[in-house]
């Protein structure tokens, strides 16, 4: 999934928000702070998925170069990419 910074931004404010509206979260920092560490979380957490993509399509790439046309590459992608995910721990 692609998100922007600023949506990226916006969805850590609104899980914040949450947290602290439920009262499962209590701040023992500056709520700005806890904003910025869960962006940082988030972006890592993206920028980790857009790799396992690049490594998934690198891999369907040399796939396809040894057996042309025998599948269907949407199909692998999400094959490929589930089962790497699950092997490095990335949640999807």
């Known amino acids: 999934m ?3 910074d600023k949506q990226m931004g916006r969805l850590a404010k609104l ?3 949450k947290l602290i509206e ?3 979260l209590v701040l ?3 709520e700005e702070k806890v904003r910025q560490r869960a962006l940082d979380i988030l ?9 396992l993509d690049i490594e998934v399509n690198k891999m369907i790439d040399d796939l396809e ?3 042309p046309g025998s599948f269907q590459r949407f199909k692998m992608f999400t094959l490929l990419k589930k089962r790497l995910a699950k092997e490095k721990g990335i949640v999807l």
């Not at 972006?43 to 790799?51: C, M, T």
Request: hydrophobic content about 25%; glycine content about 0%.
């Open 65 to 67: 170069r040894q057996n």
């Open 28 to 30: 023992k920092e500056t």
């Open 43 to 51: 972006k890592s957490d993206f920028a980790r998925e857009r790799s």
């Open 15 to 17: 899980i914040i928000d």
């Open 2 to 4: 692609k998100m922007t």
């Open 22 to 24: 439920q009262k499962v």
